[in-house]
DNA sequence: TTCTATCTACGAATGATTTCGTAGTAAACA
DNA sequence: TGTTTACTACGAAATCATTCGTAGATAGAA
């Protein structure tokens, strides 16, 4: 329910590539740092064991899928931040991210978008 | 320099309440949940130890203060949340916060407040 | 002064995360 | 067929975070 770290290495991996082997997850988390083979096939057994991935054995190379939505997950792990980090206060994270990152053009028009609906939704 | 949960209690409290003893902030995190005296002592001890925070043992009772501000500390918090749980993505984030936190109607103004001024930075 | 309460220091157990080596098995190849 | 390669399973070490018990010291009360 509430991936580590290293696990949601592996889901960005295969949220953004599908269903992959764990060659193929292995390669891409390779680009980014060290990391062994086994490391990576360890990692994903204990994810499938938890219900994070899905994986089809029909063949001797197993083929691994996301069990759980990016948007769920980053649903959850948001939740917990803003009470661990901001006590709560979903717009004083809101603020502080705004502040520090530089946000493009068109990020900031999406954004206000959003905010103009909610505005509508609140009357 | 990242401070963990258990540790972010102990500064949230800090933070609010200014320097405080052991059993000062041990009450304070009692009404939160179970936590034993000594557990919250070991805590305020190592973080001592790593700089986050200081101390005035002049006397029996120590008193501690944050040694990090609470700026700094949800800063560094968000780059590292950003860069795990969105892969850098800042703004979808504040998508993400903004969709399932109800902020209220002042709330919503200032951010408003805020995008409008980081659009005349831009330009 | 003696006893009690309070405080700090220290050590250690527990559990979770991350890491990788080794062994065994199946497939592909020569 | 026999050998090499690739893959999974398993175990276990290393690290870190969290927890608390116990011991020793200090201060205040009786």
Redesign the interface.
């Given at each position: 329910m509430k991936p580590t770290?290293a696990e949601?290495e592996i889901l960005?991996v295969l949220w953004a590539s599908g269903p992959s082997t764990v060659r193929q997850v292995h390669e891409q988390l390779s680009q980014h740092r060290e990391i062994g083979y086994t490391t990576a096939l360890k990692l994903m057994q204990i994810m499938y064991e938890k219900g994070l991935l899905s994986r089809d054995d029909s063949s001797k190379t197993h083929t691994y899928t996301a069990a759980v939505s990016e948007e769920d997950t980053?649903?959850g792990?948001?939740?917990r931040?803003?009470e661990?980090?901001?006590?709560g206060s979903?717009?004083r994270?809101?603020?502080?991210?705004?502040?520090?990152?530089k946000?493009?053009?068109e990020?900031?028009d999406?954004?206000?978008r959003?905010?103009n609906q909610?505005?509508h939704d609140?009357d």
């Open positions: 770290d949601l960005h980053q649903r792990l948001v939740s931040f803003v661990t980090a901001f006590r979903a717009s994270l809101v603020m502080q991210v705004l502040g520090q990152h946000a493009s053009r990020e900031l999406e954004i206000k959003l905010l909610l505005d609140n």
